[in-house]
């Protein structure tokens, strides 16, 4: 029996190749971006011949899942919840459409926003494309419900959701692994127009289909072993003043601080893995024997929405469940509480709260310490360029790394993947009604470029708005792990054998008549292209004006930082005006209180001497 401690990304991705899966396609996005990764690991240690590959954006990665199972194999697509809007079209179409070989879309959701605009649920995509969604508890149950969901997928033929959250996908537990399913199966597209290429007429006859297959997918949740606990050992039947029904990492965590109370025994858990389509006799019979009912599910009320009866329900619509936010231990010990305390429920909950370590942890004063670029990130060099030729621009930005640029006032906008081109074309067009042109700069990385800033470019030169885009070409998808982008040869498997998709050449085909590059770190070389491309946009031939930023991440690749250091130092006579660390924001510059003056911290420091441009003084200088 084999058994490895695993995040649940990793469990997943095990769960994946274990189900018989030949093709996974994914975009990286925290919480998600751990599962392909896994996969080839796997894969490669199993020797099996599974296709890879980090797609260009969400719609994509579904689309080419999508064809793979038409094409009877077993298939994944993998992406955060965010990336489910991309490809909601695709998703919503093949619900109806159905699937042959299995098909599992795997969707991440971060409750609490740890790195996402939003805390959006996608189980709701489940009862809106009408598909059904399996919700793992812990990293051993996201394994084996990867591994289910084929099943499940063939058996009705239906797309399936397994959605993780992201304390699932970045949990670590000793999992337990299984044999690869032995599913062995001809590549084979059987054509089915009425079916595959459905007009109106025959997606009606497939809706009633779809719907029927809810129907018998629901009766068959109501027995699923993926939902437990509750009151099924208790055949004495006893009523509970409270009961309480959970999801996903709500189910341990309840469990736990239940257990951690003294309440264990009291008040009856029931653990649904199943939310859409949601058991109804499961729910109604465990209801019918409590008083009260405590709804527990991130992050928001799906379970709660699909009850018929909610008089005695309480969850996020009523309030009691905040209806933002984590559902932490601490947070649900003051639900628990609350809610005791309303019923009037005979249950004593002792305080977790440690006095003493509250106050030694309230007198320690630490600074609030917000997120910042990297030391040594070319994006940081981009901005302060940005901001010292053009101050009175608007900046639009992005999805990224770059969405930094915030602290550095170069970032004022950032709404989704590839917005900062159509917001930037949005801006030009609406000054221009009110007979002015403000100076735009919009920001963009090349792995968002790719993703979905094409379209924007194109729509904005046939229109003829007028703005400096800069994209940030930093060679890799950096903030969620080093991914490769299609202008690399890089593939998901580390293989070399990718052809380039050369970014300068989309930006040229597209119409931009305007396209310079630059490295970063040649910040006056890069202020003056900046003022260039300004003046272009406002000539009477202008147009789009791109500048492309071009160095490798530092993290990601050192060598050029390392092969040519520039060690520098702070001279006395800084007077400790702090210009440097508002402006240019490094790590490695840091205020010596005592002395009243700025100093290198060296441990942080990585040699780039980006920071001499930094201060107007001219005090920081190299060694």
């Known amino acids: 029996m084999i058994r490895e401690v695993l995040l649940g990304n990793e469990a997943i991705g095990r769960g994946l190749v274990e189900g018989g899966c030949r093709l996974v396609a994914a975009y990286p996005g925290t919480p998600s971006s751990e599962v392909l990764p896994a996969v080839v690991r796997f894969k490669?240690?199993?020797?099996?011949?599974?296709y890879a590959e980090w797609s260009i954006n969400e719609k994509s990665a579904l689309e080419v899942a999508l064809a793979a199972s038409w094409s009877g194999l077993r298939a994944a697509a993998v992406m955060k919840q965010v990336g489910l809007n991309v490809a909601a079209d695709p998703l919503l179409s093949a619900a109806y459409t159905g699937v042959n070989g299995g098909l599992v879309i795997v969707v991440a959701d971060d409750p609490g926003l740890h790195s996402s605009q939003t805390e959006?649920?996608?189980?709701?995509?489940?009862?809106?494309?009408?598909?059904?969604?399996?919700?793992?508890?812990?990293?051993?149950?996201?394994?084996?419900?990867?591994?289910?969901?084929?099943?499940?997928?063939?058996?009705?033929?239906?797309?399936?959701?397994?959605?993780?959250?992201?304390?699932?996908?970045?949990?670590?537990?000793?999992?337990?692994?299984?044999?690869?399913?032995?599913?062995?199966?001809?590549?084979?597209?059987?054509?089915?127009?009425?079916r595959w290429a459905a007009t109106p007429r025959y997606r009606f006859f497939?809706?009633?289909?779809?719907?029927?297959?809810?129907?018998?997918?629901?009766?068959?949740?109501?027995?699923?072993?993926?939902?437990?606990?509750?009151?099924?050992?208790?055949?004495?039947?006893?009523?509970?003043?409270?009961?309480?029904?959970?999801?996903?990492?709500?189910?341990?965590?309840?469990?736990?601080?239940?257990?951690?109370?003294?309440?264990?025994?009291?008040?009856?858990?029931?653990?649904?893995?199943?939310?859409?389509?949601?058991?109804?006799?499961?729910?109604?019979?465990?209801?019918?024997?409590?008083?009260?009912?405590?709804?527990?599910?991130?992050?928001?009320?799906?379970?709660?929405?699909?009850?018929?009866?909610?008089?005695?329900?309480?969850?996020r619509l009523d309030g009691t469940v905040p209806n933002a936010g984590e559902l932490t231990p601490e947070v649900l010990y003051e639900i628990l509480s609350d809610l005791s305390t309303r019923l009037g429920l005979a249950v004593s909950l002792p305080a977790l709260a440690d006095p003493a370590l509250d106050a030694l942890l309230g007198n320690l004063d630490l600074p609030v310490r917000k997120p910042r670029l990297c030391p040594g990130c070319s994006h940081r060099s981009s901005f302060f360029a940005i901001r010292r030729s053009l101050p009175k621009a608007i900046y639009p930005g992005d999805i990224g790394c770059y969405t930094l640029g915030t602290n550095l006032r170069a970032v004022d906008t950032v709404l989704d993947m590839g917005a900062s081109v159509n917001m930037a074309a949005g801006f030009y067009q609406a000054y221009k009604l009110a007979g002015e042109q403000r100076p735009i700069v919009a920001t963009i990385g090349d792995?968002?470029?790719?993703?979905?800033?094409?379209?924007?470019?194109?729509?904005?030169?046939?229109?003829?708005?007028?703005?400096?885009?800069?994209?940030?070409?930093?060679?890799?998808?950096?903030?969620?792990?080093?991914?490769?982008?299609?202008?690399?040869?890089r593939l998901a498997d580390g293989r070399g054998e990718g052809t380039r998709v050369r970014i300068q050449e989309i930006v040229r085909a597209v119409g931009v008549r305007f396209i310079r590059q630059v490295d970063p770190y040649e910040i006056d070389h890069f202020k003056h292209l900046l003022k260039e491309a300004e003046?272009?946009?406002?000539?009477?031939?202008?147009?789009?004006?791109?500048?492309?930023?071009?160095?490798?991440?530092?993290?990601?690749?050192?060598?050029?930082?390392?092969?040519?250091?520039?060690?520098?130092?702070?001279?006395?006579?800084?007077?400790?005006?702090?210009?440097?660390?508002?402006?240019?924001?490094?790590?490695?510059?840091?205020m010596n209180v005592t002395a009243g003056k700025v100093e290198i911290d060296r441990r942080t420091c990585v040699d780039c001497g980006e920071c001499i441009d930094s201060c107007y003084k001219g005090l920081i200088i190299p060694m």
Request: hydrophobic share 40%.
């Open 535 to 590: 003046a272009f946009t406002r000539a009477p031939d202008g147009g789009v004006a791109v500048i492309l930023a071009e160095r490798a991440c530092v993290l990601y690749d050192p060598s050029p930082v390392r092969a040519a250091p520039i060690k520098v130092t702070v001279d006395d006579a800084c007077d400790g005006c702090k210009y440097c660390l508002v402006a240019f924001e490094c790590p490695a510059l840091v």
């Open 120 to 194: 959006q649920d996608s189980r709701l995509f489940g009862l809106f494309a009408k598909v059904p969604v399996l919700d793992p508890s812990t990293p051993q149950e996201a394994r084996a419900m990867a591994r289910a969901a084929f099943e499940l997928s063939e058996r009705f033929k239906v797309p399936v959701i397994l959605r993780p959250t992201i304390r699932i996908c970045h949990g670590k537990q000793d999992v337990l692994f299984e044999g690869v399913t032995g599913v062995t199966r001809p590549v084979r597209f059987e054509k089915d127009p009425t």
């Open 447 to 489: 792995s968002t470029f790719l993703h979905s800033g094409i379209t924007g470019l194109a729509n904005a030169v046939h229109t003829g708005a007028r703005f400096i885009l800069v994209i940030l070409d930093n060679t890799v998808t950096a903030m969620t792990g080093f991914q490769p982008t299609p202008d690399s040869e």
């Open 206 to 315: 497939l809706h009633k289909e779809l719907n029927e297959k809810l129907a018998r997918i629901e009766t068959e949740f109501e027995s699923s072993p993926l939902n437990s606990g509750g009151l099924s050992e208790d055949g004495n039947g006893r009523h509970h003043r409270l009961g309480i029904v959970a999801g996903g990492v709500c189910h341990p965590n309840i469990v736990d601080l239940l257990a951690e109370v003294g309440l264990s025994g009291e008040v009856p858990v029931l653990k649904i893995g199943t939310p859409y389509p949601l058991p109804p006799r499961l729910l109604a019979g465990f209801a019918a024997r409590c008083d009260h009912v405590l709804i527990l599910e991130e992050p928001d009320a799906v379970i709660e929405l699909q009850l018929d009866d909610r008089r005695h329900i309480h969850g």
């Open 44 to 50: 490669e240690q199993l020797g099996l011949d599974i």
